[in-house]
């Protein structure tokens, strides 16, 4: 029997084992042990979870998923899936297009291609809130917010909306979620190369003359933020911001009310800067109700940092949208 028969052999009774059980079990080398892994990784019959020095590896559950061979679409729609639609699996894997779709129609009991139909309609009645550009406007949803006691944005852009209704997380949406919560820096790649043209056509359509990112709240080892600002690579000048967070930092997300949102963000953002610029461009990873991008464009005004300040997010809720136009 062949090293990696015995693994699978091992796995079926075992569920998961570490590499150095299958060595301490199969009295086999390291380095064989890894050879019959590669193996079966590309044959997709493991799976691998965590990380070094913590990973450990399992059978491939064999879902009774639908056959996406069965399903009738047309090459324009299956594209558009494929650019649109992403799961993530209850065991982390990435399932994009119809592929993931299907099963994501297969979790909630829904015919494929009439759901693929409905998911298509959806999508369609969000195309008016995308520019020329393919970003969404998010100035009118700002002035429209109750609660501001005033607007120092001059212009905010979303790359994309966090979710939609009834499908949930977009596709950007899922990849910054699990970039976020897993630190996965993958993901966060996967972003930067979804987004990066969108940036770019940004700058040039806009005179920016510096740029600055929102500093995260919670401690990570990998600050997806950080990420961006390496990996985009905008030539500009940066805009030093810095968070000064209390004894316990207080996400904006964990607020529910807008005045508190916006209190949070006036008392634990500073901005630094002895040079002076025309437009700045300031971006965050996720825009719930825009405080923070509001209040850090406000600090950057009241020290004439910036005469004008435009706020970028990766993506923005919906949530105020529906109010300034229907869907």
């Given amino acids: 029997m062949k090293i990696k028969d015995k693994i699978l052999k091992l796995l079926k009774e075992s569920n998961d084992l570490s590499v150095k059980e299958m060595i301490d079990l199969l009295h086999v080398s390291k380095q064989a042990i890894h050879k019959s892994i590669i ?7 493991i799976i691998k979870l965590g990380k070094v020095p913590k990973t450990i590896y399992r059978l491939k559950e064999k879902r009774q998923t639908t056959a996406t061979a069965t399903i ?19 065991t ?29 309609t959806t999508k369609a009645k969000y195309e008016p809130y995308y520019n020329k550009l393919g970003l969404i406007d998010g100035n009118e949803k700002l002035q429209n917010t109750k609660g501001y006691d005033k607007i120092f944005l001059d212009q905010v852009y ?20 699990y970039a976020k919560q897993g630190q996965n820096k993958f993901l966060m790649n ?9 940036v770019e056509q940004l700058l040039k359509a806009e005179k920016y003359n510096a740029v600055g990112y929102v500093p995260p709240t919670i401690r990570r080892e990998v600050q997806i933020m950080k ?31 807008l005045e508190e949102r916006i209190t949070n963000a006036e008392n634990t953002f500073a901005v630094s800067e002895k040079v002076k610029y025309n437009h700045l461009l300031l971006i965050d990873d996720e825009v719930g109700s825009g405080s ?36």
Wanted: charged content about 25%; aromatic content about 8%; overall charge positive.
């Fill in 39 to 45: 193996q079966l990784l590309e044959a997709d019959e």
């Fill in 72 to 90: 009738t679409i047309d090459d324009t729609s299956a594209q558009f899936l494929q650019n649109n639609f992403l799961l993530v699996t209850e």
């Fill in 92 to 120: 982390g894997e990435m399932k994009e297009g119809l592929d993931g779709f299907a099963i994501w129609c297969r979790q909630r009991k829904l015919p494929v291609e009439k759901t693929i139909t409905e998911f298509l």
């Fill in 158 to 177: 979303y790359l994309d909306f966090y979710a939609i209704e009834p499908f949930g997380k977009t596709r950007l949406g899922t990849l910054l979620h």
């Fill in 190 to 198: 996967k972003i930067v190369q979804e987004i990066k043209v969108k």
């Fill in 227 to 257: 990420y961006l600002e390496t990996h985009l690579k905008v030539n500009l000048p940066k805009v030093n911001i810095q968070k000064i967070s209390g004894i316990i930092p207080v996400p904006q997300k964990s607020l529910s009310k």
């Fill in 292 to 327: 923070t991008l509001n209040q850090i464009a406000g600090k950057i005004k009241q020290k004439g940092i910036a005469k004008r300040v435009t706020g970028l997010a990766v993506v923005g809720s919906f949530k105020g949208f529906d109010v300034v136009r229907d869907v």
